[in-house]
């Protein structure tokens, strides 16, 4: 599977977007780029996926450069609720395709 | 759509036993679940993936006679901790490959005390 890089925490203010970058340089052709949030003692929480066009839901936009080899995922308007550990991983879309967890990115999301 | 029920949530029990943990998809049928674990302050690690009807198959370094993964059906799969010991103290989360609109489905983990 291909790794990825995150960075190990990042700050935002209330109300601000947060943009939380991940590089994924060896990511195959048939790869997904997933999101994923953990709040503190729960299961982790779907946020967005996409394989090369950029997505928005809900929730947040996951925006894939050409190369596919980094994305960001973007929150419009964090809260506090926000803060949680966020995972970048990419997986291949076959029904067998596992999700293998990096360290993610510790976002605190500040008054 | 896409929920998943795991039990218990929290359990504690002596060394020496076995303690069963419960995943079900509420709302959805899946082939594919897996099953993590995750140690304080750290990531998830995958122990294993598990088909229905078949034998699950475990990553490197996890015990298959320890971990016993039952996956009998298209919405239940249970996952024994035998023998448990309090190094085997952790919480242990389930996941459904739920398909293209939402990927995978996480359980809300189960927080294992082994005393």
């Known amino acids: 599977d291909a790794k990825t890089t995150q960075p190990t925490s990042m700050d935002c203010a209330e109300g601000r977007a947060a943009n939380l970058p991940c590089n994924h340089s060896t990511i195959s052709g048939n790869e997904y780029v997933y999101w994923y949030r953990q709040i503190h003692s729960q299961g982790p929480q779907y946020i967005i996926h996409g394989l090369k066009n950029n997505e928005t839901n809900e929730m947040a936009s996951l925006i894939i450069t050409e190369d596919r080899k980094s994305s960001t995922l973007i929150l419009p308007h964090a809260t506090l609720r926000d803060t949680a550990v966020y995972y970048c991983?990419?997986?291949?879309?076959?029904?067998?395709?596992?999700?293998?967890f990096g360290q993610g990115t510790t976002l605190q999301v500040k008054p | 759509g896409a929920v998943v029920s795991q039990h218990p949530s929290r359990v504690i029990c002596k060394s020496g036993t076995s303690v069963k943990i419960e995943c079900r998809s509420l709302?959805?049928?899946?082939?594919?679940m897996f099953w993590y674990r995750q140690f304080p302050k750290k990531s998830l690690m995958l122990m294993a993936t598990?088909?229905?009807?078949?034998?699950?198959?475990?990553e490197q370094g996890v015990e298959k006679d320890k971990f016993l993964i039952n996956h009998a059906s298209l919405t239940l799969s249970t996952l024994t901790v035998t023998s448990a010991h309090p190094e085997d103290s952790s919480f242990y989360i389930c996941?459904?490959?739920?398909?293209?609109?939402?990927?995978?489905?996480f359980g809300s983990g189960t927080r294992l005390t082994v005393v």
């Open positions: 996941s459904w490959r739920t398909g293209a609109n939402y990927g995978y489905t």
């Open positions: 709302d959805f049928q899946a082939t594919t």
């Open positions: 991983i990419v997986s291949p879309s076959s029904n067998t395709g596992k999700l293998i």
């Open positions: 598990s088909n229905e009807g078949s034998k699950a198959t475990y």
